[in-house]
């Protein structure tokens, strides 16, 4: 009894607790209530009062970033008037810097970028041992034509004579007016002979020209000088000797090309300098080439065919194995070879490679059929040759090839290949397809070689090959030459 007394006493006791626990948390949740309210205004009221202390400043940073955009915006447009005014000062700098090296009247070169790039070539000339030939191209009689039509006619034969010039050298050449009524320019990575042949061309293109002035016919020739620089000539020097041999040329009889080999003055002229008029008039398809003078700004050269003959570089080759180049970079090349050869690396050949009877077909056909011929054999040598081989075009029609790991044993495969190659094409003309061909010197690297020495040797070897008829092919040392072949086609 007395523990269902106890019993019922204690159930009372624990829901009185619990009601007094469920007060007290009510009581509590009811104050963090009222405390999270007054936290919540508290930081309201914070917020706010912040916001207006940070009112002014924040409106004084918008104003200073607005003048700083503002002026960005200005500093911006002051900066593209300076650097347009800067690109009008350029443009100005470049066109005076082109006019202080131009010849306002013949648009060539002046005296006195010739003068820096006669520099130039000489020094590179002297330290690869390529050979440079310097011209001088003098106009005969040009002070009769001032006299005779005045110094109007006399400025549009100067611009006239210019262009023609230019346009007869192999393009890429350099030609400045030098003064007056002379022209001067400079041949290198070939041989004198060839230079020579390029000068006697451009000579005897001019002297069958007709300039015409207002219905009348001008005939002008011109005298020319040449002179090879020596391996420590200076080039004061060089331009003495190729000048004595222009006054050689001139008190001869001019329209001569006279070259001085330091020893003495040699004519390159046959002893017949006529105009070529009457040999052209017979062949069918050529026409006299014609300068129309103009008295201003410009004369007008009209030529039935291109006379330029493309070099090397402008034949955009699509793809190429051979390592292509220009004379200096061959003379370099050869020079490097020698070197190693000597400190105990490979042997090399040379080959000097030109169509036969290039002037003859250029006569017949034109200038236009010989580069036809040029580009199809620069072509064929470009397929032939290894990735490691050098070609370099010397001339409007001479190819040096440098073969480095070859001995002449070993190179009568590539020979028969390029002579199989080149009987397989002709040029079409309008009434018949023209067969050409190819001569070959060639050349083995010795001990006592330098570059010029053994390029000079390949020349002479394509010399002798040329003498015994068309598609022939020696091969030269130091002491004697021999016919390679014959090649069987």
């Known amino acids: 009894m007395n523990d269902n007394v106890t019993s019922n006493d204690s159930t009372p006791s624990k829901l009185k607790s619990t009601t007094r626990t469920e007060e007290h948390f009510a009581?509590?949740?009811?104050?963090?209530?009222?405390?999270?309210?007054?936290?919540?205004?508290?930081v309201g009221q914070l917020q706010f009062e912040e916001r207006l202390k940070l009112a002014d400043p924040i409106e004084a940073c918008s104003k200073i970033i607005r003048e700083i955009d503002s002026s960005?915006?200005?500093?911006?447009?002051?900066?593209?008037?300076?650097?347009?005014?800067?690109?009008?000062?350029?443009?100005?700098?470049?066109?005076?810097?082109?006019?202080?090296?131009?010849?306002?009247?013949?648009?060539?070169?002046?005296?006195?970028?010739?003068?820096?790039?006669?520099?130039?070539?000489?020094?590179?000339?002297?330290?690869?041992c390529c050979p440079l030939v310097l011209v001088i191209l003098d106009i005969d009689h040009f002070k009769s034509v001032n006299d005779s039509f005045g110094h109007h006619v006399g400025d549009a034969v100067l611009r006239g004579m210019a262009k023609l010039i230019k346009k007869c050298l192999p393009i890429g050449t350099f030609l400045a007016r030098y003064g007056g009524e002379e022209f001067v320019t400079m041949v290198s990575g070939t041989s004198l002979d060839s230079a020579i042949e390029v000068v006697e061309r451009v000579r005897r293109i001019v002297c069958e020209t007709e300039f015409r002035y207002e219905g009348q016919k001008l005939g002008l020739t011109i005298s020319c000088g040449l002179a090879q620089l020596e391996s420590q000539e200076h080039g004061d020097h060089l331009l003495q000797r190729a000048d004595s041999a222009m006054y050689a040329a001139k008190q001869t009889g001019r329209n001569r090309t006279f070259w001085n080999s330091g020893e003495r003055l040699h004519c390159a002229t046959n002893d017949e300098p006529q105009c070529l008029k009457d040999s052209f008039s017979d062949i069918p398809g050529s026409t006299p080439h014609v300068v129309e003078l103009n008295t201003g700004k410009s004369s007008t050269v009209v030529t039935q065919d291109d006379l330029q003959f493309q070099s090397a570089s402008t034949l955009n080759l699509k793809t190429t194995r051979a390592n292509w180049c220009d004379g200096t970079m061959l003379f370099w090349n050869i020079r490097q070879r020698l070197a190693e050869w000597k400190g105990g690396g490979d042997p090399f050949c040379v080959l000097a490679i030109e169509v036969d009877d290039s002037a003859q077909l250029a006569i017949s056909y034109g200038p236009v059929a010989l580069h036809f011929m040029m580009r199809v054999q620069l072509l064929h040598l470009d397929s032939n040759l290894r990735d490691m081989d050098i070609v370099a075009r010397?001339?409007?029609?001479?190819?040096?090839?440098?073969?480095?790991?070859?001995?002449?044993?070993?190179?009568?495969?590539?020979?028969?290949?390029?002579?199989?190659?080149?009987h397989r094409y002709a040029f079409p003309t309008a009434t018949e397809l023209v067969e050409y061909s190819i001569s070959i010197g060639a050349t083995e690297a010795t001990l006592d070689d330098d570059a010029h020495k053994i390029?000079?040797?390949?020349?002479?070897?394509?010399?002798?090959?040329?003498?015994h008829g068309n598609s022939k092919f020696f091969a030269g040392d130091s002491q004697q030459s021999w016919q390679i072949g014959p090649i069987s086609v």
């Open 394 to 422: 010397t001339g409007s029609t001479r190819i040096i090839v440098v073969l480095p790991r070859s001995q002449f044993a070993s190179i009568a495969p590539l020979l028969k290949r390029l002579r199989e190659s080149m």
């Open 72 to 128: 960005a915006h200005e500093m911006r447009k002051r900066l593209g008037q300076v650097e347009s005014h800067n690109h009008e000062l350029r443009l100005q700098l470049k066109a005076r810097a082109s006019e202080s090296q131009t010849d306002g009247l013949t648009g060539l070169a002046n005296r006195r970028l010739f003068d820096r790039e006669f520099g130039e070539r000489c020094s590179a000339a002297r330290q690869s």
């Open 27 to 42: 009581d509590l949740v009811a104050k963090l209530d009222r405390l999270w309210q007054k936290i919540d205004e508290d």
């Open 455 to 467: 390029v000079q040797r390949a020349e002479q070897a394509l010399a002798i090959a040329q003498a």
